[in-house]
């Protein structure tokens, strides 16, 4: 016997419904129900940082959430950042541009978390932008294209605002 | 790495909650999940019911009260960190909290949840200990007081029935002016430190320490307070040869061994942690008293 209910979100603008076991995280919502896979896994339990999604504009780790409890709530994955079809955000931008990423596993954990840290803080030091991903690993770049992609983002931001 | 199945429940006031839990011992409170959820992933716990608090606004809110700060069970470590009557009453908590994980963890992570999983290197359990804070808690049938001395009733196990929930905690203020300092050491920023230090102090017209609470976490199942070393700098100035000796005291704490430290590891990084702690209060402390020429802040 399984504990099911319906559950409404609303993900990168998009309203979705459906109705889920209560169990499922917010991670295999996203991903096996709504079929968004941009969002990773990489340990499932909020070591990792790749499942990073913003929530109400907030980071937080969706495989520490159950479905059910994004209820109502506002989602926004890798998916809902670029500004349009053919334009990244300055964000993705600029890891492109700084070979901010390898894999690409660790990617949509570390443009989540920046995005929300670069609207906090727009004019961050290099160490607050270390502090900021401590929470992200990445097993590929070194971190050094990470941090310059989003210092250089920083600058891009503070450019247009 | 999926939660086993339960029944899930979302009652929206403390009431109901308590009802729920209430004969029911196979049941798990959902605060914030940054502990619980990994816990549930991993199976270390298979609950028959899992009763989500997050919908209970009672259990928000951070109210300065007559002698300190009351701080509701739910209030995520994020307001907290951003909290300026935080900042004012309680600059150790806003020094602390800061190593509380990650951004990503501290939006979601909450007061409550950190007091009730006693993780004995936690950092607001290790402020609750300096600051001699009481812990609000709740049964089906009625409430109570602990005090934070009382409260750690073993390794990861507060001294709480398994029909009560922590509703909130009282930090009692220290004057105006106190120097405070918390320091911790572990391989990464934001991982679980294997030791960690707070002190809060007072000095007087002299600029003898006249008030001293020194924790250190991570050594023993819970946070300890290291009477030893505060007795001994009671009257005392706070020179190096002094926090040190001080420091040196911490070594007898009963230390825990595992995969990450040595208990004579840990005993070390006692003597070291707490020293840190106590310069860091004592020059801020110092700072504000003009004894010295310390400025009172810094990171
Ligand atoms: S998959 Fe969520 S933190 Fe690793
Ligand atoms: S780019 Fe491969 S894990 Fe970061």
Known sequence: MSDRRSVTVSVNGKTYTREVETRLTLADFIRHELMLTGTHLGCEHGVCGACTILLDGQSARSCLMLAVQAEGREITTVEGIARGEDELHPLQQAFMDNHGLQCGFCTPGMLTTLIEFLRDNPDPTEREVRVAISGNLCRCTGYQGIVAAALDAAERLRKEA | ?299
């Not at chain 2, 914030?32 to 991993?42: E, R």
């Not at chain 2, 990464?188 to 102090?201: P, W, Y």
């Not at chain 2, 825990?256 to 840190?276: E, K, N």
């Open chain 2, 1 to 299: 790495m999926k939660p086993p199945p339960f029944t899930y429940h979302d009652p929206s006031t403390v009431a109901e909650a308590l009802e729920l839990l209430s004969g029911n011992d196979n049941a798990r409170l959902l605060a914030g999940g940054q502990s619980l959820m990994p816990m549930l992933a991993m199976r270390f716990v298979l609950p028959d019911d899992v009763i989500d608090i997050n919908n209970i606004a009672e259990l928000s809110g951070i109210e300065v009260t007559g002698g300190g700060l009351r701080i509701g069970a739910m209030t995520r470590q994020r307001d907290i960190e951003f909290s300026d009557v935080v900042q004012q009453h309680c600059p150790l908590m806003r020094e602390a909290i800061l190593q509380v994980g990650h951004r990503q963890t501290r939006n979601r992570g909450t007061l409550g949840g950190s007091m009730a999983h006693l993780d004995p290197s936690a950092e607001l359990p290790t402020v609750a200990m300096a600051t001699d804070a009481t812990i609000h808690v709740a049964s089906a049938k009625g409430t109570r007081d602990i005090a934070m001395a009382d409260y750690p009733a073993g390794y990861m196990t507060p001294a709480m029935e398994l029909d009560e929930m922590v509703t909130g905690v009282s930090f009692p203020d220290w004057p105006a002016g106190h120097g405070y300092g918390f320091v911790e050491f572990a391989r990464r920023h934001g991982d679980f430190a294997i030791t960690s230090a707070a002190c809060l102090m007072t000095l007087d017209a002299s600029g003898a320490i006249d008030r001293i609470s020194l924790t250190v976490s991570g050594v023993g199942p819970a946070p300890v307070r290291c009477r030893d070393a505060e007795a001994m700098l009671i009257g005392q100035h706070p020179s190096e040869d002094a926090l040190k000796a001080a420091g040196e005291t911490c070594r007898a704490i009963d230390a825990m061994a595992d995969v990450h430290a040595s208990s004579d590891y840990r005993q070390h990084l006692a003597t070291v942690m707490s020293r840190r702690a106590m310069t860091a209060a004592a020059a801020r402390a110092a700072g504000t008293t003009g004894a010295t020429g310390a400025t009172g802040k810094g990171e």
